[in-house]
């Protein structure tokens, strides 16, 4: 399995601002995505971070709102930008070490975003 | 992906088996069926996973039925912590095929 941190773990932000999420692994990995868990909600896929190039947006999620880094094979961030109440939620990044393969795709602890 | 249909809620005794039912009567050919759980608003935790045989490992064992249309989930000696939304996902092996959570099971184990 993979072992993946996220910081910060939680924050409270003001209504405006932006936050800048780090994901990190402990191990090289092919894919990297980002989930938004929003309140008694179920997990949806923002975005996969491509290294080198830009992200792949789902539906409804945009490169301005949700601007994504991915620098290298360990490492992404996520940025919520201009950030209003109904962007409060738990963003979650994940792993798969190969790409279209059986590989399982794990889990960051999630990062629980309040804004004010 | 194809859908996945699970019932919204269920309960079971501490020490008793948890049999979870999933419903993926549209899945293709190539689609693995992924057990995941979150434990309050924690990360998913992975679970198991399964093509057409029956699975089992540390956790959990995946029943799955001869035409793929349907498996189980059975957790063999359910205990407090076991309690969690558990999801049952239909994912291909493509590069374009994507982990899409529906809204699970909630599994409450009683003592």
């Known amino acids: 399995s993979a072992v993946i941190s996220q910081k910060p773990s939680r924050d409270i932000c003001q209504r405006g601002t932006s936050l800048t999420i780090q994901c990190q692994v402990d191990s090289q990995v092919t894919m990297m995505f980002w989930y938004r868990q929003q309140p008694g909600q179920s997990l949806t896929l923002i975005a996969t971070?491509?290294?080198?190039?830009?992200?792949?947006?789902e539906s409804g999620f945009v490169i301005d709102k949700f601007p994504i880094s991915r620098p290298n094979l360990t490492f992404s961030t996520l940025t919520v930008s201009n950030m209003s109440p109904e962007d409060s939620s738990i963003y979650l990044c994940s792993v798969e070490r190969l790409a279209g393969s059986t590989d399982t795709q794990y889990f960051g602890p999630g990062t629980r975003l309040t804004v004010l | 992906d194809a859908k996945t249909t699970q019932p919204p809620s269920m309960d079971c005794a501490e020490g008793r088996a948890a049999n979870l039912p999933c419903n993926h009567s549209t899945i293709s050919g190539n689609e693995y069926v992924y057990w995941y759980r979150q434990i309050h608003s924690q990360g998913p935790q992975y679970i198991i996973h399964g093509l057409k045989n029956n699975e089992t490992n540390e956790m959990a064992s995946l029943i799955i039925t001869e035409d793929r249309k349907s498996s189980t989930l059975i957790l063999p000696h359910a205990t407090l912590r076991d309690t969690a939304v558990y999801y049952c996902?239909?994912?291909?092996?493509?590069?374009?095929?994507?982990?899409?959570f529906g809204t699970g099971t909630r599994l409450q184990v009683t003592l």
């Open positions: 996902i239909a994912k291909g092996t493509g590069t374009a095929s994507k982990l899409t």
């Open positions: 971070a491509n290294q080198g190039s830009e992200a792949t947006y």
